[in-house]
T-cell receptor, first 118, second 115 residues
Framework: DQQVKQNSPSLSVQEGRISILNCDYTNSMFDYFLWYKKYPAEGPTFLISISSIKDKNEDGRFTVFLNKSAKHLSLHIVPSQPGDSAVYFCALGPQVSAGGTSYGKLTFGQGTILTVHP | DGGITQSPKYLFRKEGQNVTLSCEQNLNHDAMYWYRQDPGQGLRLIYYSQIVNDFQKGDIAEGYSVSREKKESFPLTVTSAQKNPTAFYLC??????????????FGQGTRLTVV
């Protein structure tokens, strides 16, 4: 049973427009949410994060929104640039157990391939 | 420069052979992780280690083994028991396993192909 889903395998956007990548999760115990960017044959690199106490975090062209009631996370990139073309993964964690201990392992979505056309 | 290094970048293995993937970090991180990436799927956790001389199974540990004898190193062995080993393997580390708001840093990955 997948706890984290990125329902769009791919997204194509024109340069200068907004890219919106979405991520849905089922477990409300997650309390930290991250986005990673990955180029082919390379490891993912951290992009931006948000904790469960916030609903928005902005860093330059990148903004992450969190809707806890809907268990929905999104990443907005504006304006999109050709260099943004990559696979984007949402990752959730740590997960707080019933005993109050945080577990550091991240749970990843399937990824969305973003292509930004010049 | 601090970072996390995986080697080799490409690895070919004959069926029935064990093979070990290297992962070294000089970030002084306590926690280390091994993930596997297959097409159309997210990163799946194989094993993780919270601290030296300790490791736990992740979601897909069958056919894999690890060791954590040094803080800097977390090698992964893909055994002949792993039925579908061809994949892209990613090693990661983070400052602490139990500290909240910790991002993971990833290596460049190893592409393993069974021939």
């Amino acid at each position: 049973d997948q706890q984290v889903k990125q329902n769009s395998p791919s997204l194509s956007v024109q340069e200068g427009r907004i890219s919106i990548l979405n991520c849905d999760y089922t477990n409300s115990m997650f309390d930290y949410f991250l986005w990673y960017k990955k180029y082919p044959a390379e490891g993912p690199t951290f992009l931006i994060s948000i904790s469960s106490i916030k609903d928005k975090n902005e860093d330059g062209r990148f903004t992450v929104f969190l809707n806890k009631s809907a268990k929905h996370l999104s990443l907005h990139i504006v304006p999109s640039q050709p260099g943004d073309s990559a696979v984007y993964f949402c990752a959730l964690g740590p997960q707080v157990s019933a005993g109050g201990t945080s577990y550091g392992k991240l749970t990843f979505g399937q990824g969305t391939i973003l292509t930004v056309h010049p | 420069d601090g970072g996390i290094t995986q080697s080799p970048k490409y690895l070919f293995r004959k069926e029935g052979q064990n093979v070990t993937l290297s992962c070294e970090q000089n970030l002084n991180h306590d926690a280390m992780y091994w993930y596997r990436q297959d097409p159309g799927q997210g990163l799946r956790l194989i094993y993780y280690s919270q601290i030296v001389n300790d490791f736990q199974k992740g979601d897909i540990a069958e056919g894999y083994s690890v060791s954590r004898e040094k803080k800097e190193s977390f090698p992964l062995t893909v055994t002949s028991a792993q039925k579908n080993p061809t994949a892209f393997y990613l090693c990661a580390s983070s400052y602490s396993f139990s500290f909240t708001n910790t991002e993971a840093f990833f290596g460049q990955g190893t592409r393993l192909t069974v021939v």
